[in-house]
């Protein structure tokens, strides 16, 4: 038996950051049965690589066995070469255990009131910042601030970077704009304004990684006789009975096995989640007929609503001696929050993160990033399977700047964080400043090996020694553009934009909470889907649209809520559901 006691109350596909917290809040009640699956490996406090327990992201980002390999996404809405097809490049998604607070980049902040506020007007009734307010203070333990908006004893511990262990290059662009008249923000989760302030991180008492797999499955939740949790099974597809979902179908070494379940939570992330659901039926009728999968349900806002925060980088080369050397720590340390004044879009719409080195290796070290991103976003895309393989990953299309305002507010950054970039200010900590282009080849260096740690420490010797002949060795090996030649064309800033657009892994919004009469809302505002019992979506795909913040917050304050819902319903199974057991 799978479960002590019999069928699972809930079976809970997916065991990324909101699966994780889904199981441990549930099964708090004794008498609810909870069965988790996660297509990834195990990952628990002990069992951890040093590369995700470890302070610094920038490894465990580009580790290809905690990931669904070889997913592809379109980034930008225009073709970069006129008439032909919108290239894809790779999209990172996490496939472990903790999912994508297991790997990810660790910057752990809120957003703004109003991105909630706007998912109740949006139609997701009851979600609004009053009412979020007590999860993101339940979820967390914050280690450096109290008061009203905080948490004390929760189970995901914030903490700010000291700024005594500031690298010279970010507290030159620090002093910089505090300079140029930019306010200090104290506190990133609790001061919406504009201005310069710490990072806000999901890093421990210890200087580690605190993932929802080690902070939500502690072993003594794990112990639990409700709760059972099965790693590296991915689920195929969900079984259904006259419309009504009965559990799923899970991948298998001697074939798939069909576990029942008297509710099935899906918790696969805002690309797989959508691509499960079509994939079983549950989606638009025209998509589900053109890739040959029967229609149980149209459902046509399933996979539709994609939002991410389109993002670019600038870089510098760092002068010897300002450089972020010290491996253990995170890389991010300030934020920049600003306001674009962009007519119709709200205040501190932009986002900069300055990076103190831009990847773990030599060369890396050497490079300073300032990462723009417009943190209130207009532009959707869509998910949508191809084939009703389950191993087959799905078309991802996010269509970034398609939304005028996006692409104005772009442009603008830009000219903004150039403006930082080439401040004479900077110039006894920086040298060479030029736009980051995050391409294939950018990704291959950064995966870590013993190879690109070699020719990275080799290239990165040239380059400190390089002089005059540096800035020519960057245009050809690392990103081919002159800044001061887009600042001066506008055309050939647009081109620039449209190719080098991508996002910052802030996937969001494909199976929206909203009301039944919405034509675009896919679940009502606890998660159900609308018009198919048995089914729940319980992830960063309920976000009606993407918050002004790196969403992994965002999405344990979502599950921690889900829960809650979920925990103040009745509890009565349908009679007459029978589950196989696992090999
Ligand atoms: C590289 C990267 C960097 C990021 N950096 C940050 C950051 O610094 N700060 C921040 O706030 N956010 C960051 N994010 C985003 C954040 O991690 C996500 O918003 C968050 O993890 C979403 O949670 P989720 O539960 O919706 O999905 P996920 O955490 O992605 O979990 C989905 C889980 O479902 C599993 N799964 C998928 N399909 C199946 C299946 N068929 N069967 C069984 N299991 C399945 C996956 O293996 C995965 O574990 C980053 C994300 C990535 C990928």
């Given amino acids: 038996m799978l479960v002590q006691g019999g069928l699972p109350d809930y079976l809970i596909v997916g065991g990324g950051t909101s699966g994780c917290v889904l199981a441990a809040r549930l099964t708090e009640s004794p008498d609810v049965r909870v069965l988790l699956v996660e297509a990834g490996p195990d990952l628990t406090e002990e069992s951890q690589p040093a590369d995700i327990r470890s302070g610094n992201p920038s490894r465990a980002f580009f580790t290809r066995e905690f990931f669904f390999d070889g997913l592809m996404a379109r980034f930008g809405a225009v073709p970069t070469v006129p008439d032909a097809p919108r290239p894809a490049a790779k999209y990172e998604q996490a496939r472990v255990l903790g999912g994508g607070s297991a790997i990810n980049g660790m910057l752990g902040n809120r957003g703004a009131p109003a991105d909630y506020d706007e998912w109740e007007a949006l139609g997701a009734e009851g979600w609004n910042w009053a009412s979020t307010l007590p999860y993101f203070r339940k979820l967390e333990r914050d280690l450096d601030v109290s008061g009203d908006l905080h948490g004390a004893d929760g189970p995901v511990p914030i903490s700010r970077p000291d700024p005594a262990t500031f690298c010279g290059f970010v507290r030159g662009t620090r002093d910089m704009l505090l300079a140029r008249g930019v306010p200090t923000v104290e506190d990133q989760n609790g001061d919406w304004g504009d201005g310069v302030m710490r990072v806000t991180t999901t890093i421990s008492e210890r200087a580690e990684r605190a993932s929802a797999a080690v902070c939500y499955l502690t072993p003594e939740v794990r112990r639990r006789p409700n709760l059972v949790v099965v790693t590296g099974r991915s689920v195929n597809r969900l079984m259904q009975d006259a419309g009504t979902v009965t559990g799923a179908e899970i991948a298998g070494p001697d074939g798939p096995v069909r576990i029942a379940a008297r509710e099935t939570i899906v918790c696969c992330g805002a690309i797989n989640t959508p691509a499960l659901l079509q994939r079983s039926g549950f989606g638009p009728a025209d998509l589900l007929t053109r890739t040959g999968v ?74 300073g990033t300032y990462y723009l991103w417009i943190n209130k976003s207009y532009s959707t895309g869509h998910v949508a399977i191809a084939s009703p393989e389950a191993d087959k990953l799905p078309d991802v299309d996010f269509r970034l700047l398609s939304d ?55 290239f990165a010797r040239v380059l400190d020694f390089a002089g005059f002949a540096r800035g020519a060795l960057i245009r050809r090996f690392i990103a081919p553009y002159d800044i001061r030649e887009l600042l001066a064309d506008d055309a050939a800033l647009d081109a620039y934009l449209h190719k080098a657009i991508v996002g910052v892994w802030h996937c969001v919004g494909t199976c929206r909470m909203g009301r039944a009469d919405d034509p675009a809302a896919v679940t009502a505002s606890d998660g159900r889907v609308h018009g198919v019992p048995g ?43 029978q589950q196989e057991t696992m090999p």
């Avoid at 459902?299 to 939002?307: D, K, P, S, T, Y």
């Avoid at 900077?426 to 060479?432: C, G, K, N, P, Y």
């Avoid at 992830?539 to 999405?555: E, F, G, K, R, W």
């Fill in 535 to 577: 089914l729940r979506i319980g992830d960063a795909s309920l976000m009606p649209t993407v918050p002004c913040a790196n969403t992994n917050i965002p999405t344990f304050m979502l599950a921690e809520r889900i829960a809650d819902l979920i925990r103040s319903e009745s509890r009565a199974a349908p009679a007459g559901l």
């Fill in 294 to 367: 029967p229609v149980v349900r149209d459902i046509a806002g399933v996979g539709q609503n994609l939002q991410e925060h389109p993002a670019l980088g600038i870089s510098c080369f760092i002068r010897p001696g300002n450089r972020h050397s010290d491996s253990r720590r995170h890389h991010t340390q300030v934020h920049y929050r600003f306001s674009s004044g962009l007519e119709g879009c709200p205040e501190t719409d932009m986002h900069m993160a300055v990076l103190a080195r831009s990847a773990w290796h030599d060369v890396g070290e050497q490079l």
């Fill in 404 to 458: 005028q305002r996006d692409l104005q507010r772009m442009r603008d950054g830009f000219r903004r964080v150039a403006s930082v970039a080439l401040d004479p200010a900077l110039d006894a900590v920086r040298a060479e400043v030029f736009p980051t282009i995050f391409s294939d080849r950018v990704r291959q260096v950064s995966r870590p090996g013993q190879w690109n740690a070699f020719q990275t420490a080799v």
